[in-house]
C-alpha cells in the first residue's frame, strides 16, 4: 500500500513493469520488491527445499527469499534480489524455484514431509541399488535443488572491467563514510566513495531523524553537494565492494546499467579492481531475524526493513502491521508506522523490562510462538505472562537486534570478536591491513557516534597516508543507542527458520548438535546453514547461538565460520568481462596472414599464433590432398613456409658465446661466425626444455631461434641465467620474434628462387649447409640462414617486419613459377617426420637427451643447464624409452598418436607396455605412414617388430622399428 | 597482492610470474653430489611465515626479483633486484 | 546404527530424536599402537582400512581442528581415473574401484557421482596427447572414449563451437570418472572408523614427534604425551611443519588453489568438464550450484585465500568455453593449501625414522585419491611393505630421478 507524501521514489515518473506476466505500475526509484508490496504482492518466491511460500525478508542485498528472474531470452538472469533491483519501464520479473504457478507450486508436497527432509537425511539414504543413484535419485534431486535458471545461451549483455586507484577508499555511504569521505577529502586526499545502494545515504534514507537540524534526507543531499565541491571524490553507487585482496587491492561490482531499459552504450556491469592507500568501511549493520516457529511466511519481515519500505519507498508493507522484537531500536518502526497513519496492532518486545516509546500496545516479556496464513501471514499466536493470545495481523516486523556487517574484515582469515555489549561480532583490529572499520559495522549504533567515528576513521586513514587531517565539525545528531537483549530463537510447535534461503530450521541445527556436528564448521556443512546465497547474513549468529546453548558452549567460544569474497555474488560475466568468444587470449598474426587467408588457407593455433594449416590448390577436396601435394612440391621444387612464429632471441656481448655454451648442452664458443648451429636446452632438471638453431652473425652477436611455443619460456629462462645465475657473463640479449619476418625456403630450386630474388645471387661454396649472413633483398637488408627442417635444400630468409608480407608475395609467386609454392602445418609436420626430426611432440617434458638419442651433444668439456641432473640413474638407461622410428608392416597400414606399443604377442595392459607413439603422419614420399615414438630400450631394437594398439581408435596393427631418420639420413640433399 | 618493482615502482602481482624459493639463486657446483643437487632442485622447508622468493618482472622490465613475503598473511616485506644480490651489472 | 531410507522415515515419524552421535569424543589414551597424525580425509580414510583391511583397533587420528577440517572440505569434488604415467594410473585405478563399492562399505551416502569427466582439447597435439592418455587408461582396465567435436557437441550443446578463442577438437570421455560430495567422504570414513573403535579426537594438536634410538615412540600434543609403536603423518597442507618435528625435509612447497562455487542453479551442467586451453574445470553439484576452479596461485601460502587475477582469469576461461555460464554469479570462492611436489606426483613411504610413515604430496588431485591412500598407506603402515598399487610414491624419486611428472612441466613445484 503506498503512502501518500512518504518516500524518496519520484512519483512524476510512473514505470510499468510486470511480475509473472501481470503488469504492476510503480515509480522511478522503486525496487520490484518496493513496487510488489506497494501493489499489495507479497507472495514473491518459493524456498529451496520446502518450497514454502515466500515474501520479502529485507531491504537489501542480503534478501535471501525475493529472488527472481529478471529479463526474458538469452538475456534473464536468475537469483536477483528484487530488494535491489531497480524498476524500469517494461522489466520483466519472474518467479523462480516453482513447478507451475507460484501461488499453487506442484513441489511445495515437500512441505509434507519435513521430519523425513531434515538436516543431512541424504547421508543416510538412496544408497540402494547402487546405480540408482545416477539413474533415479541424483536426478531427481537435482531437478528439485537450484534456485533460477540460466537461459542456456550466452549472455548477450556488455560488460566492462576497469581499474580504479585512490588515497582512500570508503566503503558505504552512510552517516560513516560520508563523514570519513569528508574529512579525507578536505585533506587533499584523492576519495573514493563507495555505496551499493542507488543512492548516497545508507541507513539514514530508511530513517525519519534530523542531522544538523535537518531531516536526515536534505542532510544527505547536502554533504552530496559538499563531496562534489572538494573536487577530488569519486562517487560511486550501486556499487558493492565485493572483496578485501592482498595489498590494498578491493573488487567492485557497480551495476551500471541493471537499472535501465536495454542501452547498448551501457555495460549492464562492470567489475572493478580497485587499488586504495587505505579503506575506510562504513558498512553498516543488517537486522537479524528471530527464530520462532512458523516464522517465515510472507508478510513476516525485518522491522528495519518496515521502515525502509516505509520511509524510503512510501510504502506500508501491510494495513495491521505488529513489531515482534527484542531491542529499543525496534519501537522506531511502530512511531514511523503511527506517524504514517498506520495501524500497529501491538508490539511483542521478548524483554519484560520494555516500555512503549509511543502510543501503542506493548506486550513486555512476550514472545511469538506460532503463525498461520497459507500464501501470506494472517495471524499470530503470542505467548504473554502465561496466555496465549491470537492477534490477526498482516505484517510482523521483527528484530533480534543488528550484525555489523564485519563480512570484509574476513576476508584476509580474522575472525571477529564478540562483543557482549551488542549482542554481536565485532571486526578484529587490524583484520585487513590499510583499512578502518567505523561505524555500525564496528558496533557503533548511534548516529552521533557514527559520524564521529567517520570523521576519527578517515584521520586515522589520513595520518597512515602521510596527510593532515583538516577540522570537520561533526553535526547534532541522535546519541541514542538503544539497548537490546539476546533472543536467538524461541522454541514452540512448528519449525523455526534460521536460514531461509536454504531451508535450515532450528530443529536441523538441534540435530546436528545430537549427532555431534558440534564444530560450528561441521554444523554448518551438515546443515548448509550459511551457505545459500545470502552466505549466512541473515542466519549465521542465531544459529552458531543456537549451537552453543545445544552444546553447552558460550557463542565467543564456540567460535564463527568465516565469511570468504565475494561478500555479494558476482556474475562470471562481469568478472571475465571481455574473455568471451576470442577475447580470451591475445591473437598473434604473421606478416603472411593476410596474404594466406586469401589464398583459402584455414588457420589453426599454434600457440597465441595463427599459422596456415594447408594451401588448397584448385581441385583440392580434401587436407591430405593438398598436404600431400605440398610435400612433393618441397622434395621435388621448391616450397615457402612462414616461420616467423617461432622465438627470435638477439643475443650481444663479449660474453655471448659463453653464455650460450651454458645455456646449450653443447658447444656455441667454437661456431665461426658466419655459421649456424643446432641447440639442444635443458631444464635444470636434466630434461628437454627446446631446441632450435642459433646463428652466430659476429663474434659477439647471435641470434637463437626457439619453438614457437617454448619463446616466452626460453626468454624468462635465459633473464633468469643471466641475472640470478651467470651475472659475471658480459651479455645482452632480447626477443626480436616480433622484428623479423621469417620465410622457409625449401627443396631442391630454393637456391633458384633466391638467386631471382636477391641482389647478389649466393652459390654452394659461399653458403654452404649451415651458413648464415646479411643478405640484400631488393634493396632491404636482409639476413639468410641455410638451414632445414625438411631435410631439403633450404633456405631461412628473414628481413624486417614491415616488408613481410610484400616478401611472401614474392616469394610464392617466385616459387610458382618453379613448380612450387607456399606450404602449411600439415606439410611442415610431414617433412619433418620424414626426416626424423622432433618437435614438442616429442619433447613434451619428460624426455632426455638421452631419450632422444642425444645424449652425445652433452658436451663432456664444460658445465651447462641440466648437465648434472641429467645424470641421475633413473635418466638414463635401457628401461628409459628411446626415441625410434616406426613402419606399420601388419595387415593394417596404419599408424595413429597415442597408439602404445607391445611385443607382439602380449596382452595389449598396462604391465606390458613398452612404449607409445607420438607423432604420425603419411608419407607421400614413401607411399606409406611413417611414426616416431618412444620405445623401452628402442635404439637396441631396430629392425624388431612390436604391436601398435590404439583402443580409442580401434586400430591394432604390427610395426617395425627403425632409426627415426627415414629420409636421407645421410643428409646429402641437405647439402646438394 | 602488490610487489614494489626497484626499476618499475609499486605495481600489481599480475604483472610478475614467480619461479620459487631463493634457494634456486644457489647452484651447486656441478660435483657437489647427489644430496646437494636434491636439496637445490626439490627439498624445501617450506616455511609458513616469512620467505623468499624469486620473482620474475616478465610484463614490465624483465628483472628478476628476490621478494620477501610473508606466507601467512602475504606481506611482501623486501624486495631486491637479483642482480643486486649476485654482483650483476646494471647496464640496462 | 545402520542408516537406510527406513530409519530416515522411521526417525522422521518420532522427530529425529533418536539419531545418535555419528562418532564419540573420546578421551586420548596414554598409548596406541598406532597413531595418525591428521584427521582429514586420507588420514580418515587410513584409520578405516588399518581396521577393516587389518583387524588393528588400537588406533588414534589425532586432529588439530575438526574433522575434515582440510581439502576433503575444500576442493571441486571431483572423482577420476585418468592419469597417463604407469604408477600413477594404477593407483587411481584403485582408488576409483573404492570410490565404487564405498557407499556400501561405509554405509553412508557420499553421492559419489559417476556422471563422466570430459577433457577438452583444442589442437592436434592435444589430442594426440590424450590419445595416449584414453589408451594407457584402457592398459590399466579403465574406461576412455575419444569424442570428437560432434561427439562433443552432442554431450555438451553448450559450449562455444564457433567464436570460441581455442576451437574445441574434441574430448577424451572418461565415463566412470565423476563426483562427490565432499564432507560426505571425511564423516563416512570417520564413522565406520569410529565404529570399529578407532579414538577420532579432535582440537588435539600434535607439538613434537618423539623418537629414540631411530625409532618412533609416540607423540607430544596440546593434550599430553601419547605414547605409540608406529606415527603415520597425514597432514597436506602442513606436512613441512609436522614433518620437521622428525628431522624430515620434504619435497614439497605449500600453495593456494582456488575454487568457486556459483549460486544454486537449475540443472545445466550434467558431466565434469574440463578447458584444454586454460586451466578450468567445473561441474554443477546437486544443490544446484556450479562448482569450478582453476590453476594455483604460484606463490608458496600458507593464508588458504585466492587472489583476484587468478580468480579472474578463471572465469576469463569459464566465459570462453561455456558462454551460457555468464549469467551465473560467484557465491563463494576459498582457496585450499595444496602440498606441491616437484613432479605433481604423490608421496606415500616409510621414512629415515624407524615406525614412522608419511602420506603427503598431493598436490590438487587428493581428493579422489582418498580411498586409495587410505588403503595403500594403512598396508604400508601396516606390513612395512609397499601397497604394489603406491609403489612407485617414494621419497627418494626425486633423487634418483625416477619421476612421475604428468604434465612434463619439470621440477618446479608451482608448475604442476
Same mark, same amino acid.
Given at each position: ?83 535491489? $533491483? ?91 563514510? +560520508? ?130 519500505? +516505509? ?45 512503549? $516509546? ?596 580401434? +586400430? ?21 | ?92 | ?416
Amino acid at each position: 500500500m503506498r503512502i501518500e507524501g512518504k518516500g524518496l521514489i519520484d512519483r512524476a515518473h510512473p514505470v510499468r513493469f510486470r511480475f509473472d506476466g501481470v503488469s504492476y505500475g510503480g515509480f522511478e526509484g522503486d525496487t520490484v520488491a518496493s513496487a510488489l508490496l506497494a501493489n499489495g504482492v507479497r507472495l514473491m518466491g518459493r524456498s529451496f527445499k520446502y518450497h514454502r511460500p515466500r515474501g520479502v525478508l529485507t531491504a537489501g542485498s542480503e534478501e535471501p527469499n525475493a529472488l527472481m528472474e529478471i529479463g526474458t531470452g538469452a538475456a534473464r538472469t536468475p537469483n536477483v534480489r528484487a530488494t535491489m $533491483q531497480e524498476i524500469y519501464e517494461g522489466l520483466e520479473a519472474r518467479s523462480q524455484n516453482r513447478v507451475g504457478p507460484l501461488h499453487r507450486d506442484l513441489l511445495s508436497i515437500n512441505d509434507l514431509f519435513p521430519g523425513v527432509l531434515g538436516a543431512g537425511f541424504y547421508y543416510k539414504t538412496f544408497m540402494w541399488p547402487r546405480a540408482f543413484w545416477e539413474k533415479l535419485y541424483e536426478p531427481v534431486i537435482r531437478r528439485a535443488a537450484g534456485l533460477g535458471a540460466l537461459s542456456g545461451q550466452p549472455d548477450p549483455g556488455r560488460y566492462e572491467k576497469a581499474f580504479a586507484h585512490c588515497d582512500l577508499l570508503v566503503i558505504g555511504a552512510g552517516p560513516t563514510g +560520508l563523514m570519513a569521505a569528508l574529512t579525507a577529502a578536505r585533506a587533499g586526499a584523492d576519495v573514493i566513495l563507495a555505496d551499493e545502494n542507488a543512492r548516497l545515504g545508507g541507513r539514514l534514507l530508511s530513517e525519519t531523524e534530523e542531522i544538523g537540524g535537518k531531516p536526515s534526507a536534505l542532510w544527505v543531499a547536502d554533504m552530496l553537494d559538499l563531496l562534489r565541491d572538494t573536487g577530488n571524490v569519486r562517487i560511486m553507487t550501486r556499487t558493492t565492494i565485493t572483496g578485501a585482496y592482498d595489498g590494498g587491492t578491493y573488487g567492485a561490482l557497480e551495476r551500471v546499467g541493471q537499472h535501465r531499459p536495454e542501452t547498448p552504450d551501457l555495460p549492464l556491469e562492470c567489475f572493478w579492481r580497485i587499488h586504495a592507500g587505505q579503506a575506510v568501511l562504513a558498512a553498516g549493520a543488517l537486522e537479524r531475524p528471530l527464530a520462532f516457529p512458523m516464522n517465515d511466511r510472507p508478510g513476516i519481515m525485518l522491522a528495519g526493513a518496515v521502515r525502509t519500505y +516505509l520511509n524510503r519507498y512510501g510504502v506500508a508493507p501491510g494495513r495491521n502491521i505488529t513489531l515482534f522484537a527484542c531491542n529499543d531500536d525496534a519501537h522506531r518502526t511502530a512511531l514511523d508506522l503511527i506517524e504514517a497513519g498506520i495501524r500497529v496492532t501491538a508490539v511483542i518486545d521478548s524483554r519484560a523490562d520494555a516500555t512503549a $516509546q509511543g502510543d501503542y500496545r506493548l506486550l513486555a516479556g512476550a514472545q511469538v510462538i506460532h503463525s498461520k496464513g497459507r500464501r501470506a501471514l494472517r495471524e499470530i499466536t503470542v505467548r504473554h505472562k502465561g496466555r496465549q493470545d491470537t492477534i490477526l495481523t498482516d505484517c510482523l516486523a521483527m528484530s533480534g537486534g543488528w550484525n555489523p556487517s564485519v563480512h570484509l574484515t574476513c576476508h584476509m582469515n580474522a575472525r571477529p570478536i564478540w562483543n557482549d555489549r551488542i549482542k554481536g561480532f565485532v571486526p578484529a583490529p587490524g583484520a585487513v591491513p590499510g583499512l578502518t572499520a567505523a561505524g555500525a559495522c564496528a558496533g557503533i549504533y548511534a548516529t552521533h557516534a557514527c559520524l564521529t567515528a567517520g570523521v576519527d576513521a578517515a584521520k586515522t586513514a589520513l595520518k597512515a597516508l602521510g596527510k593532515s587531517a583538516p577540522g570537520v565539525a561533526v553535526p547534532a545528531a541522535s546519541d541514542q543507542t538503544g539497548a537490546v537483549q539476546a533472543l536467538w530463537y524461541v522454541d514452540g510447535k512448528g519449525r523455526a527458520w534460521l536460514d531461509f534461503a536454504n531451508d535450515v530450521t532450528t530443529k536441523d541445527i538441534r540435530l546436528a548438535a545430537r549427532e555431534n556436528f558440534r564444530s560450528v564448521e561441521h554444523m554448518k556443512r551438515y546443515t548448509t546453514q550459511g551457505m545459500a546465497p545470502d552466505q549466512g547474513k541473515n542466519s549465521n549468529m542465531a544459529a552458531l547461538a543456537l549451537l552453543a546453548d545445544a552444546t553447552g558452549r558460550g557463542i565467543a567460544e564456540t567460535g564463527t565460520t568465516t565469511y570468504r569474497p565475494p561478500y555479494v555474488p558476482v556474475s562470471i560475466s562481469a568478472m571475465a568481462a571481455g574473455a568471451g568468444g576470442k577475447g580470451f587470449a591475445p591473437e598473434r598474426f604473421t606478416t603472411s596472414h593476410a596474404a594466406t587467408v586469401a589464398r583459402g588457407a584455414p588457420m589453426i593455433e599454434a600457440g597465441l599464433w595463427y599459422r596456415p594449416g594447408y594451401f588448397p590448390a584448385r581441385g583440392e577436396t580434401t587436407w591430405r590432398q593438398s598436404c600431400d601435394r605440398e610435400v612433393a612440391m618441397v622434395r621435388d621444387a621448391v616450397g615457402i613456409c612462414d616461420v616467423s612464429t617461432l622465438g627470435k632471441i638477439d643475443i650481444q656481448g663479449p660474453d655471448a658465446a659463453a653464455f650460450l655454451d651454458f645455456v646449450y648442452t653443447n658447444m656455441f664458443s667454437t661456431l665461426k661466425p658466419g655459421r649456424v648451429r643446432y641447440g639442444l636446452m635443458l631444464r635444470e632438471d636434466g630434461h628437454v626444455m627446446d631446441d632450435g638453431t642459433t646463428a652466430r652473425l659476429s663474434d659477439t652477436h647471435f641470434v637463437m631461434t626457439t619453438t614457437t611455443a617454448a619463446a616466452g619460456q626460453v626468454m624468462t629462462h635465459l633473464d633468469f641465467v643471466h641475472q640470478a645465475l651467470r651475472p659475471d657473463l658480459d651479455v645482452r640479449f632480447i626477443s626480436v620474434t616480433e622484428h623479423w619476418a621469417q620465410f622457409a625456403i625449401a627443396g631442391p630450386r630454393s637456391r633458384d628462387l633466391l638467386n631471382s630474388l636477391l641482389d647478389s645471387p649466393i652459390d654452394g661454396e659461399s653458403w654452404p649447409f649451415m651458413a648464415c649472413g646479411p643478405v640484400s633483398v631488393h634493396g632491404v637488408a636482409g639476413r639468410l640462414f641455410r638451414i632445414s627442417f625438411s631435410g631439403e635444400h633450404a633456405y631461412e630468409i628473414a628481413v624486417p617486419a614491415r616488408y613481410g608480407d610484400a616478401l611472401f608475395r614474392d616469394l610464392v609467386a617466385r616459387a610458382e613459377t618453379l613448380g612450387g609454392g607456399p606450404y602449411g602445418m600439415e606439410a611442415l609436420n610431414v617433412l619433418r617426420i620424414e626426416k626424423g626430426f622432433i618437435t614438442h611432440a616429442e619433447i613434451h617434458g619428460r624426455v632426455t637427451a638421452f631419450d632422444i638419442g642425444m645424449e652425445r651433444m652433452i658436451s663432456p668439456g664444460k658445465d651447462c643447464i641440466g648437465k648434472t641432473a641429467s645424470m641421475r640413474a633413473g635418466l638414463t638407461g635401457p628401461e628409459r624409452e628411446q626415441l625410434v622410428g616406426l613402419k606399420p608392416v601388419g595387415a593394417v597400414k596404419q599408424l595413429t598418436s597415442g597408439a602404445h606399443l607391445f611385443e607382439p604377442d602380449a596382452d595389449p595392459v598396462r604391465v606390458n607396455d613398452l612404449g607409445y607413439v607420438t607423432s604420425v603422419c603419411f608419407s607421400p614420399t614413401f607411399g606409406t605412414y611413417l611414426g616416431l615414438g618412444f620405445l623401452k630400450n628402442g635404439r637396441a631394437r631396430h629392425g624388431d617388430t612390436v604391436k601398435h594398439v590404439d583402443h580409442l581408435r580401434g +586400430l591394432e596393427t604390427l610395426c617395425e622399428i627403425c632409426d627415426p631418420v627415414f629420409f636421407d639420413p645421410e643428409g646429402a640433399r641437405v647439402r646438394g | 597482492m602488490r610487489i614494489t618493482c626497484p626499476l618499475c615502482g609499486d605495481r600489481d602481482s599480475r604483472e610478475f610470474s614467480i619461479r620459487g624459493h631463493e634457494t634456486y639463486l644457489d647452484r651447486p657446483a656441478p660435483d657437489a653430489g647427489e644430496a646437494a643437487w636434491d636439496n637445490y632442485l626439490h627439498l624445501r622447508d617450506n616455511p609458513a611465515g616469512e620467505t623468499a622468493e624469486l620473482w620474475y618482472h616478465g610484463a614490465g622490465c624483465a628483472a628478476w626479483l628476490r621478494v620477501r613475503r610473508n606466507t601467512l598473511t602475504h606481506e611482501v616485506l623486501k624486495v631486491d633486484l637479483v642482480r643486486d644480490l649476485t654482483g650483476g651489472d646494471h647496464a640496462d | 546404527m545402520r542408516y537406510s531410507g527406513l530409519q530416515v522415515l522411521a526417525q522422521g515419524l518420532m522427530g529425529n530424536r533418536g539419531w545418535k552421535p555419528v562418532w564419540r569424543d573420546p578421551e586420548p589414551k596414554p598409548a596406541y599402537d598406532i597413531v595418525i597424525i591428521g584427521g582429514g580425509g586420507h588420514g580418515l580414510a587410513t584409520a578405516y582400512y588399518l581396521a577393516r583391511e587389518h583387524g588393528l583397533g588400537n588406533i588414534a587420528v589425532l586432529e588439530k581442528g575438526y574433522l575434515g577440517g582440510g581439502n576433503v572440505g575444500r576442493n571441486t569434488t571431483i572423482v577420476r581415473a585418468n592419469y597417463n604415467l604407469p604408477g600413477n594410473s594404477e593407483f587411481y585405478s584403485h582408488s576409483l574401484k573404492l570410490w565404487e563399492g564405498l557407499e556400501a562399505d561405509l554405509n553412508y551416502n557420499v553421492m559419489h557421482s559417476q556422471r563422466g569427466v570430459i577433457n577438452l582439447f583444442h589442437s592436434d597435439g592435444q589430442r594426440d596427447a590424450y590419445a595416449r592418455r584414453g589408451n594407457a587408461m584402457i592398459n590399466q582396465g579403465d574406461d576412455a572414449i575419444l569424442l570428437d567435436r560432434e561427439g562433443c557437441r552432442r554431450m555438451l550443446p553448450y559450449l562455444d563451437y564457433d567464436q570460441t578463442r581455442f576451437p574445441i577438437y574434441g574430448g577424451l570421455y572418461h565415463p566412470r570418472g565423476g563426483t562427490a560430495r565432499h564432507d560426505a567422504v571425511a564423516w563416512g570414513y570417520a564413522r565406520a572408523a569410529d565404529q570399529r573403535g578407532v579414538d577420532l579426537i579432535q582440537q588435539c594438536e600434535v607439538t613434537g614427534i618423539d623418537i629414540a634410538g631411530g625409532k618412533v615412540t609416540g607423540v607430544q600434543t596440546t593434550r599430553g604425551a601419547i605414547r605409540a609403536a608406529k606415527v603415520a603423518i597425514v597432514v597436506a597442507g602442513r606436512s613441512g611443519q609436522v614433518a620437521a618435528m622428525a628431522g624430515l625435509r620434504l619435497p614439497i612447497e605449500s600453495h593456494i588453489l582456488q575454487a568457486f562455487v556459483t549460486e544454486g542453479l537449475k540443472p545445466c551442467i550434467d558431466h565434469v568438464v574440463t578447458y584444454g586451453m586454460g586451466h578450468f574445470y567445473i561441474s554443477q553439484s546437486d544443490k544446484g550450484g556450479l562448482v569450478f576452479g582453476g590453476d594455483l596461485d604460484f606463490y608458496a601460502s600458507y593464508a588458504a585465500r585466492g587472489n583476484l587475477p587468478m580468480a579472474e582469469h578463471v572465469m576469463e576461461a569459464g566465459l570462453t568455453l561455456m558462454p551460457m555460464i555468464g549469467k551465473a554469479r560467484v557465491l563463494r570462492s576459498w582457496g585450499g593449501i595444496m602440498d606441491m611436489t616437484p613432479d605433481g606426483s604423490p608421496i606415500i613411504d616409510k621414512t629415515h625414522v624407524d615406525g614412522l610413515y608419511i602420506d603427503c604430496g598431493w598436490c590438487y588431485g587428493g581428493f579422489k585419491a582418498v580411498p586409495g591412500s587410505g588403503f595403500s598407506f594403512a598396508h604400508l603402515i601396516a606390513t612395512d611393505r609397499h601397497h604394489d598399487p603406491a609403489a612407485r610414491f617414494r621419497l627418494d624419486r626425486f633423487r634418483r630421478g625416477v619421476l612421475l611428472d604428468e604434465e612434463g612441466t619439470g621440477s618446479q613445484h608451482n608448475l604442476h
